[in-house]
């Protein structure tokens, strides 16, 4: 059973990322219900993962607890167009 707070789109942000599911390190259900309660955020830094500032600051923008702060759905498909675009681009001589 996929579990919605893990699965849900404001999360799933972070995987996109990070390259880890949100609450990666918590082994319950119950102790993501609780993280989440206590509004703990769903990344946690760690030395072999690099989020930059600019995509921090963004998917912290989507977790929002006052929904008119968090990007519309077609911002935030165009700044993760954009960062896929700049990903993919050649480097500059």
């Keep these: 059973m996929l ?3 893990r699965t849900s789109p404001e999360f799933s942000i972070v995987q996109v ?3 880890r599911p949100p609450f990666w390190w918590l ?3 119950q102790r993501v219900f609780n993280a989440r309660i206590k509004r703990v955020e769903p990344y946690r830094p760690e030395p072999s993962i690099i989020i ?3 995509h ?5 923008r989507c ?6 702060d968090r990007p ?3 911002d935030a ?7 896929l675009r700049k990903a993919s681009s050649p480097l500059p001589n």
């Design 52 to 54: 930059s500032p600019q």
């Design 56 to 60: 921090l600051d963004f998917v912290r």
């Design 17 to 19: 990322f990070s390259g």
């Design 27 to 29: 082994n319950s259900a």
């Design 3 to 5: 579990d919605p707070v």
């Design 77 to 83: 498909s165009s700044f993760v167009e954009n960062e």
């Design 63 to 68: 977790w929002s607890a006052h929904p008119e």
């Design 72 to 74: 519309s759905a077609r």
